[in-house]
């Protein structure tokens, strides 16, 4: 590669390997969304065992999700320090670890330990990665991608809840424990697949050359800076100041905090950490309150598996419309308009009374939960880049955090102060229209900023005043310089003694 290419990254191939990649990356998301869901079913024999309230042994799930989102930050410096590939092998050996060890628990404050941050900590390694490696793999193509990756959730979630219901059958929750720990190990076959792409590099030589250019320069620089300078400061001032300077350039080397300045990412931040106050709560209440109006159990239960089934088809489909030329120009409206059409089907959550209603806003439920998942992640990206969406998605994942814990606990609090469920749908539904409204107006908003600024950048390339201007001064100081008389002779005859020289070197 020439010499002006070197340490670029290599354009995404948009497909070849980077199908494996996204095959990968299904497995790898689908374990870390689904898993935290579909381990609730052994809470019932767990929280027997132990003699502990179900608050209490709620709280596995929720340390876990806390944990996996919490991470973010620390998933993100890691692939920026080793890559996604290792990264995600280690996160899957932690799951391992973690489900394996909670099979030999004797208190509930173990298994917060093993299940909760050991393997929530592993799920956090597998999540971010697997969505890293599908933007350095595609960029056409990237919504389709992302929508199948994403698809890994709902699957993993209908075939994790039947063979959950058949370990719990046929081994309890400890021998379940160990099978699913071994389960968790493939996602180290995932992350094998993670192949990374080379940088290119530049020639030894040219390399060489420009190493010894820039350790000159700064030889030089920092001789004549001392030789300028009259006064002594002390070196331990200097030793400090420098030590600071190196720690900030550390940490935001590894995590970038420039991304508070960036417009369209603190858009993406506020809209989306208000909009998860609203968003897995429904999921949590659907089937209990489907059995509070009078359902059976079983059929409680099928509702989650049309949600979900719904889900399935719906993130794929949302990949292929968002990467359509209509779509893919303006993908934050229609991000927006999935969040809004989201809380619109909580809103009217309330007015279905019997079963046939709750399999319908089910179905219009899966569907818009599997448009907002689809692109989550691909909206990001498209604000910011494939090279600071590590960063950005640790940033953005750390600060969900703390609205993925609150959102279920406001709508138990709601059901428990009102005696009603429809109070939680309704505070579910505003909070997501009121998000995607929110999103709407805040894009449109830097769309048009945007599009006034690359104006203005083109403008200001081709008006040519500013190159004549340039041009016209330095015509008028040659000039002043020729007729200038006597007083500039020295100078004149200094200049002609400098060039002789250099042509004679």
Excluded at 42 to 60: H, L, N, P, R
Excluded at 145 to 172: E, I, K, R, Y
Excluded at 418 to 438: E, H, N, R, S
Aim: some cysteine; proline content about 5%; hydrophobic content about 45%.
């Amino acid at each position: 590669p020439s010499p002006s290419n070197a340490g670029r990254a290599p354009s995404p191939p948009d497909g070849g390997w980077g199908w494996v990649v996204v095959f990968g990356a299904f497995i790898s998301i689908g374990f870390a969304y689904a898993f935290p869901k579909g381990i609730a079913i052994f809470f019932k024999e767990i929280q027997d065992f132990f003699g502990t309230s179900y608050s209490e042994i709620a709280w596995v799930s929720s340390i876990m999700l806390a944990t996996t989102y919490g991470a973010g930050p620390i998933s993100s410096i890691l692939v920026n320090r080793y890559g996604s590939r290792p990264v995600v092998i280690f996160g899957g050996l932690l799951c391992g670890v973690g489900m394996v060890s909670a099979a030999f628990c004797t208190s509930i404050l173990q298994l917060y330990i093993c299940v909760g941050f050991i393997t929530g900590f592993g799920l956090s390694l597998n999540l971010q990665p697997s969505v890293i490696m599908i933007g350095k793999y595609f960029l056409k193509r990237r919504p389709i991608a992302n929508g199948l990756a994403m698809a890994g959730s709902p699957v993993m979630l209908c075939t994790l809840a039947p063979l959950n219901q058949f370990l719990f059958d046929n081994f309890g929750w400890r021998g379940s424990f160990l099978i699913l720990g071994a389960i968790l190990l493939h996602c180290c076959v995932a992350g094998a697949l993670f192949r990374p792409i080379g940088a290119a590099k530049a020639p030894v030589k040219t390399q060489a050359i420009e190493e010894g250019k820039e350790t000159l320069k700064e030889e030089v620089t920092k001789d004549a800076m001392e030789m300028s300078n009259p006064r002594n400061i002390p070196m331990e001032t200097k030793m400090e100041e420098e030590g600071e300077k190196d720690c900030c350039e550390k940490i935001n080397q590894y995590l970038d905090f420039s991304l508070f300045k960036h417009r369209g990412f603190l858009i993406y931040l506020i809209g989306n950490v208000l909009m998860f106050l609203g968003f897995f709560a429904p999921i949590v209440f659907l089937a209990p309150y489907a059995k509070h109006i009078g359902i059976d159990e079983y059929s409680a239960a099928l509702l989650l598996s049309i949600l979900a089934i719904v889900d399935m088809i719906a993130r794929p489909a949302t990949g292929i419309i968002a990467n359509s030329k209509w779509v893919r120009p303006r993908i934050q409206y229609f991000f927006s308009f999935s969040i809004a059409f989201n809380g619109a089907c909580h809103l009217l959550c309330p007015l279905a009374s019997g079963y046939t209603g709750l399999v319908v806003y089910s179905i219009f439920f899966g569907l818009a939960f599997g448009m907002v998942c689809a692109m989550l992640f691909e909206t990001l990206m498209d604000l910011v880049g494939a090279a600071r969406f590590t960063s950005a998605v640790g940033l953005v994942t750390i600060a969900e955090c703390c609205t993925i814990l609150l959102g279920p606990p406001i709508g138990g609090t709601l059901i428990d102060t009102f005696g009603d469920y429809k109070y939680m749908f309704i505070k579910c539904g505003a909070v997501m229209v009121l998000a995607g409204t929110f999103l709407f107006i805040m894009n449109y908003y830097n769309y048009r900023m945007l599009a006034k600024e690359e104006k203005e950048r083109k403008a200001k390339e081709e008006d040519p005043k500013s190159v004549r201007t340039d041009n016209e001064d330095r015509n008028n100081w040659n000039k002043e310089a020729t007729q200038g008389g006597p007083e500039l002779e020295p100078l004149r005859e200094e200049q002609e003694g400098l060039k002789k020289e250099v042509n004679g070197t």
